[in-house]
């Protein structure tokens, strides 16, 4: 059984300005995280903008994050799509290249019944690989409520949630009803906040960590973060969770990965411009995002 708790990074794609994937940029990123002792990296998810890359570019990058990363920390490979047919050729794709399990977004725009979700995760499942769910309303337009999700969760394969719903209470009916009579077995369900500011309150009811947008800057941070709340040291875990909120809080000023990528840029990490059809930050936003890691001693 793979063990999928702990802290994450949702790795972004760095780009140069001219809009090009930055591969090398990316590698050093990767290395950055292992280094930083992170649990694990999701690339190809949202904050690595994969609607607006292309498959050669998807591949060669989950290449890079395997070759660097595989035996040393876990690989979740994001491998959604609207479109069923699709997102298994990604999923195989994840399974073919070493990924440790794919992350697959409940499909967005078109809306699917449950009897299609159900059916759309089954073909995800059988493709033999981990799946972990990726249920974040805001952007797909569709939540999969708890009866759903417990469905879901009994489908082999089908190994945990990542929980964007920003619903606290839906969060923990997920934990009690359907991870927590799964503790002791050998099918186990991982509940992962998708949002760092519900690390700390997802952790200490009983979930099994996050994955992040904010440890691409600060990953030693959210792994102390995210182990202290795991191991139940309460305070440690609010100290570092109160420390790191207004980064939490300026990172997502606007859609992300857009500040995350410039926070990065700053602090002389790969990152580059975000690709259209996301712009820049408004004025206002950048002296905001800038202030925090002035205050926060993250840049000069």
């Known amino acids: 059984m793979t063990d999928f708790r702990g802290a994450y990074t949702a790795l972004v794609t760095p780009m140069t300005k001219t809009g090009e994937v930055e591969y090398e940029g990316f590698r050093e990123l990767v290395r950055f ?14 904050t ?10 998807e591949e060669k990058l989950i290449k890079i994050a395997v070759e660097e990363a595989s035996g040393k920390i876990k690989i979740i ?19 073919r290249l070493g990924a440790d399990a794919a992350l697959v977004v409940t499909p967005y725009y078109n809306k699917p019944n449950d009897d ?8 995800a499942a ?7 769910i990726y249920n974040i309303a805001s952007r797909t337009g569709r939540n999969i409520p ?8 009994e489908i082999p394969n089908i190994t945990g949630v990542k929980e964007s719903s920003g619903d606290i209470t839906q969060m923990g009916d997920i934990i009690k009803e359907i991870a927590m009579p799964r503790k002791t077995s050998a099918e186990r369900f991982w509940v992962l906040s998708g949002d760092d500011s519900f690390n700390l309150p997802l952790s200490s009811i009983g979930g099994d960590g996050v994955i992040s947008v904010i440890s691409n800057l600060v990953p030693a941070k959210v792994k102390a ?22 980064l939490m809080k300026a990172a997502f000023v606007e859609t992300n990965p857009i500040p995350i990528k410039q926070a990065l840029t700053w602090a002389g990490l790969p990152a580059g411009p975000a690709r259209l059809p996301l712009g820049k930050l408004a004025p206002s936003s950048e002296a905001l995002l800038k202030k925090t890691m002035l205050d926060m001693g993250l840049i000069k």
């Open 126 to 132: 059988n493709v033999g690989i981990p799946i972990i």
């Open 77 to 95: 490979v994001g491998a959604g799509s609207n479109d069923t047919r699709h997102m298994i050729k990604y999923v195989e794709r994840a399974k």
């Open 225 to 246: 973060l995210t182990k202290a709340a795991l191991e139940g040291k309460i305070n440690e875990a609010r100290a570092i969770h109160f420390e790191l909120l207004p």
């Open 146 to 153: 708890v009866s759903l999700m417990q469905k879901i969760a």
């Open 116 to 123: 299609g979700l159900i059916r759309h995760f089954e073909a």
């Open 33 to 46: 995280q292992i280094v930083e002792g992170i649990d694990g990296i999701v690339p190809l998810g949202t």
């Open 48 to 57: 690595g903008e994969t609607p607006t890359l292309d498959e050669n570019e």
